[in-house]
């Protein structure tokens, strides 16, 4: 029996764990296969502080983990498939394993959004991204897009000029989510370009991305743009619909009452599963550290 | 832990001649995913050592072999037998996914 069982590796859990286990709480992570949540997608993070000269996305989830480890966080690095809140213990299922906790932090975070048209899925790898960082490199001296308005698209098109011929970000609207320091970068780079208000309806190619139809929102009129890679940067979607019981907002986010508590006593949340305003690495990391403490807390009263 | 690192010039005699099947690893240093599979790739090393070949490949410093393949994205690996590619799996998965795949290219 688990006093906390944390679910999600990214910047929430991981902080969530570093707190739960310095105040001596029994301490099992689910990492995930794919532990250290969107971080690990990215290149040079350079707005979590204490890193004056930014540091590597991976490497920062790295020493999260061990910060974790060093504190006796059991980490479990399988899958989360199911859980049940209906009455305490609760009972979290992870591939073939289960585990029992008196209370639960969830931290899932958030999945790439992908644009969901004909062409994208099976193209996912052969050409379509979610990770410049991981595949720019593949697309040397070749033209590319990226979708998307917001810091993560930008990002994705600076990462790309260093390998790609030319990159066009193409954005739905004609304003952007970007921060002015992450746009201004993308627009002074002599290899970006942008085409505005208009959307991707198709991905084009037999076996890898060969281009794509493009649609202009103002004039409904399509055209075909010939391109290698198609890097998708359009948000994400919280990973919250594996938890029966717990209440989301109409987009999926799982609401929050009174210091990080779900609707049901005992489970708190923390980061991108419940966060639609801040999506930042370092909120992240806060909300992780605030949930702990009411977990602690709430442990405490309900242990007597 | 697998210290077996393919190179452009050692494909050839390690892989495509390679009388066992052989588990490439298309990794690169700057790709977080690539981090995560590594170790997992060490361990399926050393549990099918001398039935099957697990190494890795460096894309950064062998683009020759990872654009013959049609590499586009990392991790990706591919699984080799008698020379030919017989199956890719791209992006971290887990390490019951690369064990199903390997039990069955080894017919158990």
Known sequence: ?304 | MSDLNFTDQTFKSEVLESSEPVIVDFWAPWCGPCRIVSPIIDELAAEYAGKIKVGKLNVDENPQTSGQYGIMSIPSIVFFKNGQPIRTMIGAQSKENYKKEIEEILGN
């Open chain 1, 1 to 304: 029996m688990y006093d906390v069982i944390i679910i999600g590796s990214g910047p929430a859990g991981l902080t969530a764990a570093i707190y739960t286990t310095r105040a001596n709480l029994k301490t099992l992570l689910i990492a995930g296969v794919k532990w250290g949540g969107q971080l690990q997608l990215t290149t040079l993070v350079e707005n979590y502080p204490g890193f004056a000269e930014g540091i590597q996305g991976p490497d920062l989830m790295t020493a999260m983990r061990k910060q974790a480890e060093r504190f006796g966080a059991e980490i479990k690095d399988v899958d989360f498939k199911t859980a049940d809140f209906s009455k305490p213990p609760f009972k979290v299922s992870a591939d073939i394993e289960s585990f029992e906790g008196k209370s639960v932090i969830i931290a899932t975070g958030a999945d790439t959004k992908w644009l969901d048209v004909p062409g994208e899925k099976e193209k996912i790898g052969r050409g379509v991204s979610s990770c410049a960082p991981c595949d720019a490199f593949f697309f040397k001296g070749k033209n590319v897009i990226v979708v998307g308005g917001g810091d993560s698209a930008m990002e994705e098109a600076l990462v790309l000029t260093k390998f790609a011929k030319e990159i066009t970000i193409i954005h739905r609207r004609d304003e952007f989510k970007a921060s002015q320091i992450m746009l201004d970068r993308a627009k002074k780079n002599p290899k970006i370009k942008f085409i505005l208000n208009s959307e991707v309806i198709e991905v084009l190619g037999q076996d890898k991305v060969s281009g794509v139809k493009i649609k202009n929102n103002k004039t409904n009129q399509v055209s075909e743009m010939p391109v290698d890679g198609i890097f998708v940067a359009i948000g994400h979607i919280p990973n919250s619909s594996a938890f029966k019981g717990i209440d989301v907002d109409e987009k999926g986010f799982i609401k929050v009452s009174d210091h990080y508590k779900t609707n049901i006593d005992g489970v708190f949340v923390a980061g991108d599963v419940h966060d639609n305003h801040y999506k930042q690495a370092v909120t992240a990391a806060g909300f992780g550290c605030s949930a702990a403490l009411e977990a602690e807390r709430w442990l405490s009263n309900n242990e007597g």
